[in-house]
């Protein structure tokens, strides 16, 4: 997907990051989902997507989440 707006994901992440702070981990996942789908390049909502992969017992895709950001950089 291209970029679109990428100044537009700000709202996201930040949202993202508060659930996240509150413990409500799915609904973050689905702020920080939204901020990558308008920046792919968002290294801030691809780090926090991963810590809440993570903080839900999923590795696994905080690894493809974080090794799908090396590939957008590549």
Do not use: H, N
Request: charged share 25%; hydrophobic share 45%; net charge negative.
């Amino acid at each position: 997907m291209q970029r679109l707006l990428p100044g537009m994901a700000a709202p996201f992440v930040q949202a993202g990051v508060a659930l996240a702070r509150q413990g409500r981990f799915t609904e973050a996942a689905e702020e920080l989902t939204r901020a990558l789908e308008i920046d792919p390049g968002s290294d801030a909502a691809r780090t926090c997507l991963a810590e809440t992969f993570v903080a839900r017992g999923r590795p696994g895709e905080a690894r493809a989440t974080l090794t799908s950001g090396l590939e957008i950089a590549l």
